[in-house]
């Protein structure tokens, strides 16, 4: 490992704002993957490949949170406009929220959130403003619901899906934004290395005899916010929760008994299985020894000693972002930049909808 891994500006690379790509392909499976399959070796593929490079007895760990409608538009009662993005609920009706612009959200602001829809029947959310909060410069508003609504209800009716502030000329549906198995509702953004699985094509890698299991990490500010500090070492990850069933750790146990790998569905899986590793002191048999449920701010980057998983499949990411530095501690930095020029030139595209990565073991430094 290289004193520079740690320097945030080896994380610098150059994208073309063309490679964003503003739209998802369709069918999902039809995205291009790049395979590194050894320290040296590595080959242009589709995603709809998969099964070419999986064998039986391996496992697919999958994130199956699901986005909430989380962006918000409303007004001040001075009609002055405000928009927040809901992070997490930290006790009842009430949610950590990033706010803009930050001065019109001082302590007791009232802010009120009409439908979306027109003519809608459906009553307003109100919320107000009741705490700072430090670490992620957000605020803590409490919510008022209508008698006999939801919060979820009210998200429906008056939120929506956050698409990332690079996707700025998108006609994606919201549901393209994500997966087909999300299922438990709670994230400000999508596990976006999922966004290339078919139905089709999940149930074929299940003939193949390529297990599936889930956890749950609700993506949060911790994700995508930027590394800022010089060091690397010095940056700290915002919270997120996470959850991982006593089915999933048996079937990582199942795996590693019959000699399979645990290949994991994006950096949020990534983070999950790894950070509860390191709060359960996994040994050398790479296995989890309970279920998890709760906060985690793994942050890993070059130098990282893996405890759990043996591959990802991963999107192309933000320079300078902790989801590069930790792709960087499976492939080494230099060669994951070098392989991010290739793709470049190769014409993928990049970010949230854009194309994928398959790192294998045997190419894991």
Not at 84 to 89: F, S
Not at 134 to 141: C, K, V, Y
Not at 158 to 172: D, K, W
Not at 270 to 280: F, K, M, N
Request: proline letters at 7%; one cysteine or more.
């Amino acid at each position: 490992m290289a004193i520079t891994d740690h320097i945030l500006a080896s994380y610098q690379y150059e994208l073309p704002p063309e490679r964003i790509a503003q739209n998802p392909v369709t069918p999902r499976d039809q995205s291009r993957l790049l395979v590194v399959d050894s320290p040296t070796h590595h080959a242009h593929q589709h995603f709809h490949q998969l099964p070419d490079w999986l064998k039986p007895g391996d496992l697919l760990v999958l994130n199956n949170t699901r986005v909430l409608p989380a962006r918000l538009y409303g007004r001040k009662s001075t009609g002055a406009p405000v928009e927040i993005l809901l992070l997490r609920e930290v006790r009842k009706n009430c949610w950590l929220a990033l706010v803009k612009p930050g001065k019109r959200f001082k302590m007791g602001t009232e802010v009120c959130f009409t439908p979306k829809e027109e003519g809608s029947d459906d009553a307003s959310l109100w919320g107000r403003v009741i705490e700072r909060d430090f670490t992620t410069g957000g605020r803590i508003l409490e919510f008022t619901l209508p008698p006999g609504k939801t919060m979820e209800q009210m998200l429906d009716a008056v939120g929506y899906i956050p698409f990332p502030p690079y996707v700025t000329e998108t006609t994606a549906d919201p549901e393209q934004y994500q997966t087909v198995y999300a299922k438990e509702t709670g994230s400000a953004a999508s596990p976006t290395a999922g966004l290339h699985f078919t139905p089709e094509l999940l149930a074929q890698l299940t003939a193949l005899g390529v297990d599936q299991t889930s956890l749950t990490l609700h993506v949060g500010v911790g994700t995508f916010r930027p590394v800022e500090t010089d060091d690397i070492r010095e940056h700290k990850m915002h919270a997120e929760w996470a959850t991982i069933s006593a089915e999933t750790v048996a079937k990582i146990k199942e795996t590693r008994s019959r000699g399979g790998r645990v290949i994991a569905v994006g950096t949020t899986s990534v983070r999950a299985l790894e950070g509860a590793a390191q709060q359960q002191k996994v040994g050398k048999k790479k296995l989890l020894t309970e279920p998890f449920e709760g906060f985690l701010d793994t942050f890993i980057y070059p130098g990282h000693e893996w405890k759990i998983i043996d591959g990802m499949i991963t999107n192309f990411h933000l320079p300078k972002s902790s989801l590069l530095m930790m792709v960087s501690a499976l492939v080494g930095r230099e060669r994951l930049l070098s392989l991010y020029q290739e793709a470049l030139a190769e014409e993928y595209r990049f970010y949230s909808f854009g194309d994928a990565m398959l790192i294998l073991p045997d190419a894991m430094i």
